[in-house]
């Protein structure tokens, strides 16, 4: 599957992947889902990307409005699986909106 994400979902998708618990069978997985998902350099800097930590646990933070390109990112079938059981199990609230419905609305189009 090949999804066309802006930097800003690709952040939201990790902190999305950081909200759930996994088993240690799909831990690497989901690490490798979001090593695949990372901003860095130029992208980061213009979403003003920054990182910091409570209690161990990485907080994304960055403009989430900051129009920029959609890079396509190709999923493997596990991290499709990933994503989609990631989507699913978590409830989001309606400010989500401008990173999830272009998101759900890739997902679903795969679907049909």
Not at 90 to 103: D, G, I, Q
């Amino acid at each position: 599957m090949i999804l066309n994400l802006t930097p800003a979902q690709r952040i939201s998708i990790i902190s999305l992947l950081n909200s759930l618990p996994y088993g240690t069978g799909d831990v690497r997985l989901v690490w490798d889902l979001q090593d695949k998902m990372m901003v860095s350099g130029e992208d980061a800097q213009l979403i003003g990307l920054n990182i910091r930590y409570a209690n161990g646990m990485p907080i994304y933070d960055c403009d989430l409005l900051r129009q920029l390109p959609e890079a396509a990112v190709e999923l493997t079938d596990i991290e499709e699986r990933i994503l989609r059981d990631a989507v699913a199990a978590t409830k989001v609230s309606p400010a989500f909106r401008p990173w999830l419905e272009p998101l759900l609305d890739q997902l679903q189009k795969e679907t049909d």
